[in-house]
């Protein structure tokens, strides 16, 4: 599946390829407000209102997404791709109880009763480590970690082949952290499934991802594998966030970025992580650094990775 | 404090922002604006009579609105009513607000016996039906403008001063006001320094709905027949035109201007409070659909 | 007494006051009005000398038929239009509907009537002017007795219905668009509902709790303000009793009207905060 796309008058998201093989869990990684949210929703045509997809295509298998119908889009949401929330949002709506909300998306997609439909979400509930009779409870009733695997339990319940989660552990302690994202992992090898991990904690990136991407202001500055990234970052700003970890075995100084990441609508000339970048060149003040692969399956968009200047994109 | 003229000039750029806003604040100034050049703008006096001849006229290029019953022109009586119609508004709606104000102040400063006592005195208010208590009451005490003010006003504070009391009940428990009192700051003061600034923007906010309520109460109020006769108000050249028997006879010019004046004013009051509503408590969230 | 025939002689007035207990004092006169008030008796009016009371719950029925009417219409016209511009927010039709709603609670009633009178009694001749009923109308079936009061009741139905419709397509509206800003209604869209299914399943009941507030509070409300629309149109109800009465200083007569109104407020009121606490069991009393 590959993925290009633009977004939104402000662009959220300016020209990012992406491509995820079958099978694989893929990270997106990137501060908040990066375009990170606004890039997978794009995938199924969640955007508000207020945003549009300006351009691309979005392959899914060898159908591209974007110009199709609304009644295919609908076919297409949750039976081949769906999406876990974060538990903290209100994603879970509270007047359902748990049970309701997972069957209602079965007997959305698939011709079942009620009855089927609920035994299938009892199912899913056993799967995710969920006590299945507790179906009939209200989402407020459930701690922050159970309503995370009900809704992993949702996500799964028509059989997609690809899942994008979007901050799913971010709201958790760190133990419960722990538990998810192996649940995550353990389902996702298990039922052979596609997977898009969207954080901005590196830490949740490295533990389930194959590869990843690191996003800035809405550009993709970083791709690769999950063991190049963090052995051998390439982009400054990659480097920063590798380094911002804190060692537990070494007495090693805590750095921080400086500076903010800009402000969308008045977005600095040149490379837009410059005013930050303490690598940076004049170069890097004038011109947009397009992504290059710097080694097999590694690709990054900085200046400093050229001798001079070349030409294509991944 | 002393920001003030950039506070305002940001301010008013946010406002522009909103397309309704702009538009209520025109037509209010369109209408004050008439109001007070009155005496430049209408073509004849309001009182003029022209003539038994000149009775009931449908509109022509001498007479744009035609005239009534008893030969008067009918354009200026309707320019010349807005000053009569926005001054009760105004005025009414100042009167309700403070006494709204205060009373709310009170009885959410004071809790304890007197302020249940209060409250208890302002839901009868809102109990009884509005407008027949006010008819009953402007009859009672005679029908001149100043009367009406008076009683419009006193019957529009029941809104105002639950609002305020509930706000200032919320802001009792904030640890400004805790602080102050532990360094011995006498309630007056506490009252007057750091209440009042928090509560003074609700109540402007608030003020929108009250004028526009008090001209539609005056102006029911005079169609009643309980309005000064002799300043006449939109409200009261709508009872001269039914009791008259001209909007039988079908004269429409006579019926829908002085309506017309009050229904722009009131959306004008409408869209204006909306905007502020916005501005003041805007919508963070995105919505999904 | 402040309006009297200016031929009555001394004697005569002093009858009078005796007749109807005017010349005792003033506390004994309440008094003995509470009292003749727990036996349902509301005193005699002057201009009709008739007892109060079963003038009063005669009108009062009129009333509460136009009323009744024109409520189940604005309350379920208004939160439609406002269900459907939530929907279709952004679109004309919406900022049609909000303006549109905006301008007709703008509105003075009573000049809504009379300009109601002036196009269709003065011009179309569609309506009857005013009253509730055509003299000799039921004689010849119910269906023609049906059929008058229908025409009668057309007007002032209509005038209430764009009057008060306003508000419920204004708060339905903003309600609805309060909960689109929902997450769940993020997590329906991404399953593949339509919007149409998500506002169904999700969003209209949460929504419509402020809109059946309203309604309860309106109940007794609508009582107290149909007074405009009644007298504009003659309709003989409780509203236009309050203000002829008024007219005619007909004390008992408007007191009574009075009482009665304000009572017939506060049951309504009560009504529904019994319901309410059916309705919803964390309120309880």
Redesign the interface.
Same mark, same amino acid.
């Given at each position: 599946m590959g993925y290009t796309s633009n977004s939104g008058c402000v662009k959220a998201v300016d020209g990012i390829s992406l491509e995820v093989a079958e099978g694989e869990v893929f990270g997106l990684a990137g501060e908040s407000g990066c375009g990170k949210t606004t890039a997978m929703l794009s995938i +199924?045509q969640?955007l @508000? @209102? %207020?945003g549009r997809i300006l351009g691309g295509r979005i392959m899914f298998g060898d159908r591209d997404l974007v110009g199709l119908s609304?009644a295919a889009l $609908?076919?297409? $949401?949750?039976?081949s791709i769906? +999406?876990v929330?974060q538990g903290a +949002? !209100? %994603?879970? !709506? @509270?007047? /359902?109880n748990v049970g309701s909300q997972i069957a209602? %998306?079965i007997m959305? /997609?698939e011709k079942s009763t009620r009855r089927d439909a609920f035994r299938r979400a009892r199912d899913l509930l056993e799967l995710v480590g969920l006590d299945p009779s507790r179906g009939g409870e209200y989402p407020h009733q459930f701690s922050g970690g159970m309503k995370q695997r009900a809704i992993i339990a949702m996500a799964l319940a028509c059989n997609p082949r690809l899942v994008i989660a979007d901050e799913p552990v971010t709201a958790l302690d760190v133990i419960v952290q722990d538990q998810i994202l192996k649940l995550m992992k353990q389902l996702q090898e298990k039922l052979h499934l596609s997977m898009i991990l969207i954080s901005h904690d590196l830490s949740v990136i490295a533990q389930t991802c194959d590869r990843v991407a690191i996003m800035y202001a809405g550009k993709i500055v970083e791709q690769a594998d999950i063991i190049s990234l963090f052995e051998k970052p390439l982009h400054p700003y990659t480097q920063a966030l590798v380094k911002a970890f804190p060692s537990v075995r070494t007495s090693r100084k805590l750095t921080v970025i400086p500076g903010a990441p800009p402000d969308l609508t008045s977005l600095p000339p040149g490379c837009r992580f410059h005013p930050r970048c303490p690598v940076k060149v004049d170069r890097c003040m004038r011109e947009e650094p397009l992504l290059i692969r710097a080694e097999a399956g590694h690709y990054a968009a900085c200046h400093l990775l050229q001798a001079e200047p070349s030409s294509g994109k991944a | 404090m002393q920001n003030y003229p950039k506070a305002i000039s940001q301010f008013w750029k946010s406002y522009k922002r909103s397309k309704r806003g702009v538009i209520g604040l025109a037509i209010l100034v369109f209408f004050l604006v008439q109001a007070v050049f009155a005496g430049q703008l209408a073509p004849y006096a309001p009182d003029q009579q022209l003539g038994a001849s000149s009775i009931l006229l449908p509109p022509t290029l001498t007479h744009l609105l035609g005239t009534d019953e008893v030969s008067r022109d009918v354009l200026s009586e309707v320019i010349y009513a807005s000053q009569v119609s926005l001054t009760v508004g105004f005025l009414a709606a100042f009167i309700s607000l403070v006494v709204g104000t205060l009373i709310g102040l009170l009885a959410g400063y004071y809790a304890g016996l007197k302020a249940e006592v209060l409250m208890r005195f302002t839901d009868l208010f809102l109990v009884i039906p509005f407008l027949p208590l006010v008819i009953v009451l402007a009859a009672i005490f005679g029908s001149s403008m100043l009367n009406l003010i008076l009683v419009i006003g006193i019957t529009g504070w029941t809104w105002t001063a639950r609002t305020v009391r509930s706000q200032i009940l919320s802001l009792k428990e904030r640890p400004f006001v805790e602080r102050a009192r532990s360094i011995g700051a006498r309630d007056s003061h506490i009252i007057v320094h750091h209440i009042l600034p928090n509560v003074i923007p609700l109540a402007f906010a608030n003020s929108i709905i009250l004028i526009g309520n008090a001209i539609l109460a005056e102006s029911v109020l005079s169609f009643f027949g309980l309005g000064d006769p002799v300043h006449v108000s939109w409200g009261m050249m709508l009872h001269y035109a039914y009791t008259s028997g001209a909007m039988t006879l079908g004269a429409y010019w006579y019926v829908v201007p002085p309506g017309v004046c009050i229904v722009l004013v009131m959306v004008a009051f409408a869209l204006v409070g909306n905007a502020l509503d916005d501005l003041l408590s805007p919508r963070l969230k995105t919505s999904w659909i | 007494m402040l309006f009297r025939d200016p031929r009555m002689t001394p004697q005569d007035l002093a009858n009078l006051r005796a007749m109807f207990g005017l010349d005792q004092p003033l506390y004994v006169q309440f008094y003995l009005y509470l009292v003749n008030l727990f036996h349902g008796n509301l005193g005699v009016s002057f201009a009709y000398d008739q007892p109060v009371l079963p003038i009063v719950m005669q009108r009062l029925s009129n009333t509460v038929l136009l009323v009744g009417i024109a409520y189940v219409f604005f309350v379920l016209v208004g939160i439609f239009l406002g269900v459907v511009a939530a929907w279709k927010h952004g679109s004309k039709f919406d900022a049609f509907c909000v303006s549109f709603a905006l301008t007709t609670y703008s509105v003075p009633t009573f000049w809504l009537s009379m300009l109601f009178i002036l196009v269709f009694s003065v011009w179309l001749g569609v309506f009857p002017t005013s009253g509730m009923l055509t003299i000799g109308a039921g004689a010849e079936s119910f269906g023609a007795y049906l059929v008058d009061l229908l025409s009668h009741l057309a007007m002032p139905v209509i005038t209430l219905v764009l009057y008060y419709m306003g508000f419920y397509t204004i708060l339905a509206r903003s309600s609805l668009l309060e909960e689109f800003t929902q997450d769940y209604v993020l997590t329906a869209r991404a399953k593949g509902m339509s919007n149409w299914q998500v506002i169904r399943k999700h969003t209209l009941r949460n929504a419509m709790l402020p809109s059946l507030t309203l309604a309860a509070i309106n109940i007794g409300a609508v009582v107290g303000g149909v007074l405009q629309t009644e007298t504009v149109f003659s309709w003989p109800g409780i509203g236009s009793l309050t203000y002829d009465a008024l007219l005619l200083r007909d004390y008992p007569l408007l007191q009574g009207a009075f009482l009665i109104t304000a009572l017939s407020v506060l049951a309504a009121n009560f009504a529904v905060d019994i319901i309410y606490t059916w309705l919803d069991p964390r309120v309880r009393y």
């Open positions: +199924m969640l @508000p @209102p %207020a609304d $609908r076919n297409i $949401r949750w039976k769906s +999406m929330f +949002m !209100n %994603a879970l !709506n @509270p007047v /359902h209602e %998306a959305l /997609h | - | -």
